[in-house]
């Protein structure tokens, strides 16, 4: 499978050969969906690039987003093991406060909900004391909080800080995701996990529905 052609495809914005490639994939078995959604993103990171350099508008990130929600839909099934037939656990997913990028949460909260997950999306730009009221309200011990922009960092610490403040910190775990979080960026906001895999959210919340 031609992996470069994919990504070459989503940079050019190429929905036929994109959805082409992807359902040989899945025709295939679907054993290299995790490959397929790499290049996809990696499309994704050209479709920055031609913006920033400004041969490409707002518009076309707006396409960008809706191709790649279309290329997730294709391989989902193959990405995550549906865990259904169990009760499945809530959890809480929104993208924080000042940070108006979803295309990204929403192909976590796809790959959630096809793990086994009910997911209470809270939309985008949401403020720490909303996610915190909606966590107490409707008793939910699992957050996830999505953010593109380097600035979501300081609204996800902001976040962490109002659980503690809440008197809530041990009642819930949180996984931060999205392309500006890492190691360092966990310590620095308290989260209790961070992610850039769907994949590997899906596994870390499996193991947290177990605590509570
Ligand atoms: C599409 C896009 C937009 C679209 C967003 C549309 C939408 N509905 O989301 C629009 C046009 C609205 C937009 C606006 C802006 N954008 Co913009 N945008 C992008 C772009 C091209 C792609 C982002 C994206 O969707 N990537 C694809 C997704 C799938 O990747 P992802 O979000 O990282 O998500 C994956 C993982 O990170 C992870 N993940 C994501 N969330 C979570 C959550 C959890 C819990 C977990 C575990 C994992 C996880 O899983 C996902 C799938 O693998 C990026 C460039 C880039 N290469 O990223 C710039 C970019 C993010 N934007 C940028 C900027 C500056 C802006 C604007 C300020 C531009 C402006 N001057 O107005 C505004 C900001 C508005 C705001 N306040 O948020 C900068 C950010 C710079 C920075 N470091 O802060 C970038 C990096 C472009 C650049 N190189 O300058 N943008």
Redesign the pocket.
Known sequence: MDFEELVQAMGDLDEDTVVEILEKVMEDGGSQAGEA?AAC?KG??L??EQ??AGDYF?GD??Y??EL?TTAVGILKDALVSSDSGSTKTKMI?CTVK????????N??RSMLEAGGFEVMDLGIDVPAEDIVKAAKENNIHII???G????AIDSMKATVDAFTAAGMRDQVKI???????SEDAMRITGADE?????Q??VRTCNEWAKLF
Do not use: E, R, Y
Request: charged residues 15%.
């Open positions: 959604m993103q994704m990171d479709v920055g913006f920033q707002v990130l707006i960008a987003g790649m997913l000042d940070d108006l990028h979803d295309i990204g949460k192909i976590v996830a909080l999505s593109v922009l380097t600035l996984i931060i995701g999205g392309a500006p979080v961070f992610a850039h895999d769907p590997k959210t």
